[in-house]
């Protein structure tokens, strides 16, 4: 019985790095920002993140506007530059550091 309360035990904390590295992350999103879209919108991110409150953030990710969104800001970007995964985490670091959120990034 032991035996296989520490197998279960070790199989639920494998999982569960295996899930969360799988989750999108904000300060990835700051460094996809920083590397690929900083030269593209001609602002840092702090600027782009506070464009909108989190509530507006989020429902314009739902409605899978997020990548027009990015080209309204920044009328240089192109669609389809950013895989989807890297919208995700940029979108992360959109909604943590949005305008009513509080946070400052240090980009």
Known sequence: ???LATVMF???LGLSFVTTSAMADASKGQKLYQKKL???CGFNGAKFASKHTQDE???IFEEGKF???I???CPAYKKGYLKP???QH???FAYEYASDSGNVPSC
């Open 67 to 69: 990548e027009d969104e």
């Open 85 to 87: 995964g890297q919208l």
């Open 57 to 59: 953030w989020e429902e």
């Open 1 to 3: 019985m032991r035996k």
């Open 90 to 92: 940029i979108y992360d």
């Open 71 to 73: 080209q309204n800001l």
């Open 38 to 40: 900083k030269k593209v």
């Open 10 to 12: 070790a199989a639920l």
